[in-house]
Structure formats: C-alpha cells, structure tokens
C-alpha cells in the first residue's frame, strides 16, 4: 500500500577524484605508448622497435637485481651491526633504493615514455626531489589525518548509513543490579526435569 508520499531518490556518494582520473590516465598512457612505437616502427623498422624494448627490458633487470643486492647488504650489514651493539648508520643514498627499483620496473615495461620515466628516475638529484617531495606530501597528508581523530571517524561511521541518513536509536547497557560484589542474575527461569 502506498502513502502518496514520494520517497526521495538516494544519495549516491561522491566518487573520489582519484578513481575516476586514474583509469582515464592510464588508457590516455596506453594509447600514448603505442602510437609512439607505431611512429618509431614507422620511421625505421621494427627490428629496431625489438630492440628497444628488449633493450629496456635487459636494462631494467639489471638495475633491479643491482638496487635489490644493494637493499640487501645494507639490510645484513645493519643487522650485524645491530647485533654487535653498534648504532646503524645512516649510509649515503641509501633511500634511493626504492626509487632506483621503480626506475628499474618502469625499464622493464615496454614503451618509450616508461622508458624515459624510468631512465628519468636513475638520475641521483632526480631521486633526491622525487624523495624531498614525497616525504612532505606524505608528512602534510599524516598531519590531515591526526587532525581528526580516530574516535570522530568511528562516530561519524557508526552514526550515519553510506547514503547519508542518520539511523535513530538507543543504546542499552546490561548493568548488574544491587551491590557492587553481586554476580549478575539470569534472567531465564531454571532448568526443572
């Protein structure tokens, strides 16, 4: 049976900017890629597109297996020096592992523009900026999120649905009756055979 009343149409939740650019990013980087190699098979041939790609694909394991062993040694030589009682030391560049790998991974993805990325990205006081800028954005986006608490998030999750509307209720506490020292009663009368 029907009120007459017109129930309003739900809310749908914002999609973040984020998921809706990133997929159309990444088939613009796509497109980009392939119609560069088209350009450059094009304009020689493609044994010299072959090349390159297995060219970037050979370079780019080979700065991977070298920041990996390099990750490693610093991992065993902190280790052992930690064991012995000595305080680590930080070593020189020895954050631009991770990013020497990255560089190393977009090397072994086939295409010119990753190639240039990843070339982009070996590059010492490219690494340093590329460091520099993260570590602020992930300090800003660390101090966005300890401005609000972690108590508010849970409130404001448990109060309101997903579409956006408030769910009435109460809550109920089962307290003990009587004296502090009394054992809780069962409400459910006993068992008789």
Not at 58 to 70: C, M
Not at 97 to 112: C, Q
Not at 145 to 162: E, H, M, T, Y
């Amino acid at each position: 049976m029907t009120t007459g009343a017109q129930t309003p149409h739900p809310v749908r939740p914002r999609r973040s900017r984020l998921r809706t650019v990133l997929p159309l990013g990444f088939a613009a980087w796509l497109v980009l890629e392939i119609w560069l190699l088209t350009l450059v098979a094009g304009a020689s041939n493609g044994l010299v597109v072959f090349l390159v790609l297995v060219g970037g694909l050979v370079l780019g394991s080979l700065v991977v297996k070298r920041a990996g062993r390099r990750a490693f040694g610093n991992l065993a030589e902190t280790l052992q020096q930690q064991q012995g009682g000595v305080t680590a030391a930080a070593r020189p560049n020895s954050e631009g592992n991770g990013l020497t790998m990255l560089g190393g991974l977009l090397l072994i993805i086939p295409g010119l523009v990753s190639d240039a990325l990843g070339l982009l990205l070996l590059v010492p006081p490219v690494q340093k900026a590329v460091s520099r800028y993260a570590e602020r954005t992930f300090e800003r986006k660390l101090r966005e999120a300890a401005q609000g608490s972690l108590g508010d998030a849970f409130q404001q999750a448990r109060i309101r649905r997903p579409d956006g509307k408030v769910v009435q209720g109460e809550v109920v506490r089962d307290e003990p009756s009587g004296a502090p020292g009394d054992a809780p009663q069962d409400p459910r009368p006993p068992l008789t055979r």
